[in-house]
Nanobody, 123 residues
Framework: QVHLVESGGGLVQAGGSLRLSCAAS????????MGWFRQAPGKDREFVAA????????DYADSVKGRFTISRDNARNMVYLQMNRLKPEDTAVYYC????????????????WGQGTQVTVSS
């Protein structure tokens, strides 16, 4: 079992940056693939990024590649999403997810979810 709490969302102008954090509880955190998803109003939840248990491998949606960076700190049970050059189309609720299948982009591949943090990018 793992409990996830996201933070760091907010309102930012286009071109700006935000860093999202995800605090995880649970002794097996270091064995989990961790991911970030997002959901805009009226749209399906979509994959953003994933990181392997060691942090050595990362995967990104094409729409964020080169702008977003996912990382993890296993000593602190933390996962981060650094978001640069934000665009209005990045506006969504961002969710941290745990215990996923690396390489899978469907939200059903992850077992645990946080409650989400709102990111709004103004034009």
């Amino acid at each position: 079992q793992v409990h996830l709490v996201e933070s760091g969302g907010g309102l930012v102008q286009a071109g700006g940056s935000l860093r999202l954090s995800c605090a995880a509880s649970g002794r097996t955190f270091t064995s989990y693939v961790m991911g970030w998803f997002r959901q805009a109003p009226g749209k399906d939840r979509e994959f953003v990024a994933a990181v392997s248990w060691s942090g050595a491998r990362t995967d990104y949606a094409d729409s964020v590649k080169g702008r977003f960076t996912i990382s993890r700190d296993n000593a602190r049970n933390m996962v981060y999403l650094q978001m640069n050059r934000l665009k209005p189309e990045d506006t969504a609720v961002y969710y941290c997810a745990a215990d996923g299948v690396y390489g899978a982009t469907n939200f059903a591949a992850y077992d645990y979810w946080g409650q989400g943090t709102q990111v709004t990018v103004s034009s």
